[in-house]
């Protein structure tokens, strides 16, 4: 079956510094990856959607500056939050989309502690 | 752009009652509908999808009718059961090719 993997699932940073995170994607072709990030609230705001072979297209709020996003093959994506701030944390979600399909499947999350 | 409403909760049920989450949606496009399930410490879980009008999803004794006219998509379940505690969130996909979700609707089902 299709399953989705991120790491680390829990990371601590302090206030202006930066972490990476990753998401791997096993059994399947994720032709896209969407990264999310999850409040307190649980609701979802979208970071930006990155597909193989084309331009990462982020969402309002949100800068390659801030979030720069690797996709360098089907199966892996990485994103870092750089210079993290209190309204950074969050539950950083990964969905990968299974090609030819709208499935998308989320990994379990990499959640964000910024002291 | 496209957006997702849904029942605001938190909603708790007794076992065994019956449950309604209502959906409603806009979009200029023809989305595709989807029913996603979090439990706590993991990421949304495709519960079931419906890219048609008039179609009905289903899964886990869940199920919801992709209503077009009335832009609905409302989640239903006969009897609830414990295990059903989560929160529910309902989504669309449209041509833009991005996954929109509703605030989701957390259910506490009481034994």
């Known amino acids: 079956g299709a399953l989705v993997y991120q790491y680390p699932r829990r990371t601590i940073c302090k206030s202006g510094t930066s972490m990476r995170m990753e998401c791997q994607a096993v059994g399947f072709q994720a032709t896209s990856v969407a990264w999310y990030r999850q409040s307190p609230q649980k609701t979802f705001e979208l970071i930006a959607l990155s597909t193989v072979n084309s331009a990462i297209k982020y969402e309002q709020n949100f800068t390659q500056e801030k979030f720069p996003i690797s996709h360098p093959n089907l199966s892996f994506s990485s994103m870092t939050v750089l210079n993290a701030y209190l309204e950074d944390r969050g539950l950083y979600l990964c969905?990968?989309?299974?090609?030819?399909?709208?499935?998308?499947?989320f990994g379990p999350g990499t959640r964000l502690t910024v002291l | 752009g496209d957006s997702v409403t849904q029942t605001e909760g938190p909603v708790t049920l007794s076992e065994g009652t019956s449950l309604t989450v209502n959906c409603s949606y806009e979009t200029k496009q023809y989305p595709t509908l989807f029913w996603y399930v979090q439990y706590p410490g993991e990421g949304p879980q495709l519960l079931f999808k419906?890219?048609?009008?008039?179609e009905k999803g289903s899964n886990r004794g869940f199920e919801a009718t992709y209503n077009k006219e009335a832009t609905s998509f409302h989640l239903q379940k006969a009897s609830v059961q414990e295990s059903d505690s989560a929160v529910y969130y309902c989504?669309?996909?449209?041509?833009?090719?991005?996954?929109?979700f509703g605030s989701g609707t957390k259910l506490t089902v009481e034994p």
């Open positions: 989504a669309l996909i449209s041509n833009y090719n991005v996954l929109y």
């Open positions: 969905g990968a989309r299974l090609g030819g399909s709208y499935e998308q499947y």
């Open positions: 419906v890219p048609k009008a008039n």
